[in-house]
């Protein structure tokens, strides 16, 4: 509730009192007004009346100088009975900055009536910051307008002074144990509203020997150390296994399974696609072999995964698909010319579900590559464009179980994984492990949310990580 | 003024000033004294309760349990009689501005209606225990939509006249069976500055009524005894509207978002809120924890569900939708407000689930917040997510069991019967019906 009105009549009328009223007692609101009246009232004693009439002149004089209501502090302390609500005043005047306060709390209890000389201080006095360091204590006036009425009650309404602390900055050790404060609750909001039972996850990586293997497979290997779920990392390798990412993969500290694959990966984009489907196919039938259970997660080594995409993936029931974010990086400096036109119409670089209003799966998402088109990489290693091919598998996770001969509840719209790909035909994506594709679940929030990014980023052929 | 004689008066000044500190010391110390005892009983700051609630169902967010006073149920327990007021008290006051149903204070013109259909509603005044009167008083609006109380005593004054010479149950008790809801920042001393409120004093005619309001600080002027503290209205289709998952989260340590400085009627600094929000910005400006500023975020409901402790400070009157807001979504309310009196205290304890701050302490808020036990936190967050608290909170439409309206009713059922005292003797009279500001007087 903002006023709009607030005490601008009371500050008109005592700032009015406050610059007019010195020159003659024209009774100056509160006490000394009251005491002087009562002096004046001329039922005394002419004596005691032109006394009062002195003091308050010479009162008056001495606010002129001082630029507040000296006859006010002088009151005060000789007739002052209640109590007063915090009164630990630094002995600081008007000219001192708050830098000085070296109590935590300095304050000072005025009312409104008395913003009169708020207004003239501040007039001579550095802005506002000093407020909190003002030390002229007020009369009974206060008492009379500014008390909630009651005695006891220790909260007086009117001007107060900002309490600064001298250092008002972080101390790296509250923040360090708010830090820790949060870390706890958020397990706990974990344990609550959280998955209730983790499934293993199982991730799928297709990878070969060349210059940013390491640097690729470092990246994923620390992405997979965080996840918080029980994992197992099938890593399969083209042109057999490699000592290098046996050493790598030992070290981790993950459970992981190093699979061989007889054929090399050959050096052009398309092929390169088509050999990794394949491999991606050989440990899947591992999987089954072995009758691993859990999530199937296709992991490139090349891509970035968020957390949350573990988290999200624990809810799959038999085939969900995730919103992969798209980076076609040139790898020059120059970026594809796109018209504003095509800066229009160019939709999200998101590859993934989409959703109908009612949140069923819909139809998909695609990447657009019409404004990269013949510019696109056909050699790995080439500096330019390197785009996906329609769906990728990334953006897809199985529950093994669906990969077994035979499991309970197994979807009859599943193909058996033996029927797919024997011909050495081409598996595009894993909706060809599917009879029917629109029983796939849309994931991350009906595929709103990009959970991982796809990006191709290789060196030419001849060029060789660095070493140590 | 006279900078140029700086220095000598200042050194005047500061020799008394050191003479009025040691005449003074011994008065404030005794005062002080005085003050902490009194205040050591409701020094609130965490405490640990014993015995209390809990835990824990093996379900979802095992929610501690808040007082069996909350699931009373009011039907039955008493009977209300709503007074057929003409429509210029109410409906067309109401169909003049309909901003009146959206704001804050919106609780008067639902309660209005929440009785109207409720099965505590008898239509025989004779067995009546509690008389309402719809009259709305918070729905005079400036054009920016804050309501002006000027008229609000007369309009009250009217009504009751009204009531009072057309049925004779007014003066049977001088209104001390009757309750009226009135939600404006200082109650039924119909005034937003605190000073004026004062000074009015609660309104005479309403001295022996019973006072629905959301004002409430411990020995004020317009908190009266006996009062029923209830929250602002807040809309709860729009909150509804803006959850979030509860696995969501919670990163943000302190959240708030509101005025620091009221730039409009208190450009320095110090009045409004007597320093306590300028000193929070101040002094947490630069604080990664505390996420405080004054812009209008559009995912203010949202930011609220992913914060650990939401602060509540007083602004202009102690009480704040903040409250509201800071309760439904389960964020750690952080109260700052000396003697504040929060709704429905007999049966909410505030003190299991919210940490209150005095506004002296305000400098030193992160080291209070970070050295609260963690297990403490846990529980409150605990007690938060009860959904009965959640309940208690809000006015739905249409009312729901638990809501904030019956609360308002097992309050009123729970200070029946009357006392033999309530009714009048024949030529007994307690109110003064010229007393007052004479403005008041004029007719509405």
Same mark, same amino acid.
């Given at each position: ?157 009117? !001007?107060? %002074? ?5 250092? &008002?900055? @972080? /101390? ?5 144990? $708010?830090? *820790? ?69 030992? !070290?981790? %500290? ?5 699979? &061989?694959? @007889? /054929? ?5 984009? $398309?092929? *390169? ?88 799966? $819909? ?106 | ?444």
């Amino acid at each position: 509730m903002m006023k709009s009105l607030l005490p601008q009549s009371g500050l008109r009328r005592s700032s009015v009192r406050g610059e007019t009223g010195r020159p003659l007692g024209a009774a100056g609101a509160g006490a000394d007004g009251a005491a002087a009246d009562g002096g004046g009232a001329g039922a005394k004693a002419p004596a005691s009346s032109t006394f009062w009439f002195l003091l308050h002149a010479l009162c008056c004089l001495i606010s002129l100088f001082l630029g507040f209501r000296f006859s006010r502090l002088l009151f005060f302390m000789l007739f002052s009975t209640t109590a007063l609500y915090h009164s630990a005043t630094t002995s600081s005047s008007a000219a001192v900055l708050r830098a000085t306060t070296t109590t935590t709390t300095t304050t000072t209890t005025t009312t409104t009536t008395t913003n009169t000389f708020t207004l003239s201080f501040a007039a001579a006095n550095p802005p506002p910051a000093s407020l909190a360091n003002r030390t002229a204590l007020e009369t009974a006036a206060m008492v009379k307008a500014g008390t909630s009425g009651n005695p006891q009650s220790h909260v007086v309404v009117g !001007r107060h %002074g900002i309490r600064i602390r001298p250092w &008002p900055h @972080p /101390d790296p050790v509250e923040v360090m144990r $708010a830090h *820790r404060i949060m870390e706890r609750v958020q397990e706990e909001q974990r344990r609550w509203y959280g998955v209730k039972e983790a499934r293993q996850v199982l991730v799928v990586t297709p990878t070969y020997s060349r210059a940013f293997q390491a640097l690729h497979l470092t990246g994923l290997l620390h992405t997979l150390r965080n996840v918080a779920y029980p994992l197992t990392w099938i890593v399969v390798e083209a042109g057999g296994t490699t000592n290098a990412t046996a050493a790598m993969l030992s !070290r981790s %500290g993950l459970t992981y399974v190093h699979i &061989p694959f @007889p /054929d090399r990966m050959p050096s052009d984009w $398309a092929d *390169r696609h088509a050999t990794e489907n394949r491999m991606r196919l050989h440990a899947l039938r591992v999987i089954r072999e072995r009758k691993m259970d859990g999530v199937v997660v296709f992991a490139d080594d090349s891509n970035v995964h968020t957390m949350e995409l573990f988290d999200e993936v624990q809810k799959v029931q038999w085939m969900g698909a995730v919103s992969v974010g798209i980076l076609a990086h040139t790898g020059a400096a120059e970026q594809p010319r796109l018209s504003e036109e095509d800066k229009q119409n160019m939709p999200l670089p998101v590859q993934g579900p989409a959703c109908n209003s009612s949140g069923h799966l $819909a139809g998909w998402h695609t990447f657009n590559s019409l404004p990269f088109s013949g510019k696109a990489a056909t050699v790995v290693g080439e500096a330019a464009p390197v785009l996906p091919k329609g769906l990728e598998w990334a953006g897809f996770v199985l529950n093994s179980r669906m990969l077994w001969k035979d499991a309970e509840g197994k979807p009859d719209w599943v193909k058996d994984l033996d029927a797919v790909g024997e011909n050495g035909e081409e598996i595009e994506n894993p909706l060809t492990l599917l009879n029917d594709p629109s029983s796939v679940e849309p994931l991350g929030n009906c595929g709103k949310k990009v959970l991982l990014w796809w990006l191709r980023v290789e060196a030419r052929a001849d060029s060789k990580f660095p070493k140590g | 003024m006279g900078m140029t004689a700086g220095w000598c008066p200042a050194a005047v000044v500061l020799a008394l000033a050191a003479l009025s500190c040691l005449l003074l010391s011994p008065v404030a110390t005794a005062a002080e004294a005085a003050e902490v005892a009194g205040q050591a009983a409701h020094r609130n700051t965490e405490r640990i309760a014993g015995s209390c609630i809990l835990l824990l169902s093996q379900e979802h967010p095992p929610a501690g349990s808040a007082g069996d006073v909350l699931e009373d149920n009011p039907v039955g327990r008493l009977k209300v009689f709503v007074y057929d007021l003409p429509s210029k008290y109410n409906k067309r006051i109401v169909t003049k501005d309909p901003r009146c149903l959206n704001h804050m204070f919106a609780a008067e013109i639902f309660m209005h209606r929440f009785l109207l259909s409720s099965a505590v509603r008898t239509l025989n005044p004779k067995e009546a225990d509690w008389f309402y009167t719809p009259v709305y008083t918070t729905c005079d609006l400036t054009p920016a939509g804050l309501p002006l109380p000027f008229k609000s005593p007369r309009m009250m004054r009217s009504a009751i006249q009204y009531l009072s010479s057309k049925w004779p149950f007014w003066n049977k008790t001088d209104g001390a069976d009757h309750f009226f809801v009135v939600p404006h920042d200082f109650g039924a001393c119909f005034h937003y500055q605190e000073e004026k409120a004062i000074e009015r004093g609660i309104l005479p005619m309403l001295r022996r009524a019973t006072l629905v309001q959301t004002f409430g600080q411990k020995n004020h002027v317009c908190l009266k005894e006996g009062s029923i503290t209830i929250p602002p209205y807040a809309p709860p289709q729009k909150m509804q509207a803006h959850l979030i998952p509860a696995d969501t989260p919670r990163s943000i340590f302190v959240y708030f978002r509101g005025l620091f400085y009221d730039n409009g009627n208190d450009p320095e600094g110090g009045y409004y809120v007597r320093g306590a929000r300028a000193s929070l910005w101040e002094n947490f400006k630069n604080n990664p924890l505390f996420d405080i500023s004054t812009e209008h975020p559009a995912t203010y409901y949202e930011d609220m569900q992913r914060a650990v402790f939401c602060l509540c400070p007083l602004g202009w009157a102690p009480w704040s939708p903040r409250l509201v807001e800071a309760v439904v979504f389960g964020c750690i309310p952080v109260i700052i407000a000396d003697d504040i009196v929060l709704p429905f205290a007999d049966a909410i304890p505030w003190e299991e689930i919210g940490v209150f701050v005095d506004e002296e302490d305000v400098p030193k808020l992160d080291t209070i917040l970070t050295s609260i036990p963690i297990e403490d936190i846990l529980r409150k967050q605990r007690l938060l997510a009860n959904p009965s608290m959640k309940k208690a909170m809000l006015f739905p439409q249409p009312a729901q069991p638990r809501d904030a309206f019956h609360q308002i009713l097992n309050g009123l059922a729970r200070k029946l019967p009357h006392s033999k005292s309530v009714y009048l003797q024949p030529a007994e009279k307690h109110l003064n019906w010229t007393a007052g500001p004479v403005g008041d007087l004029k007719p509405w």
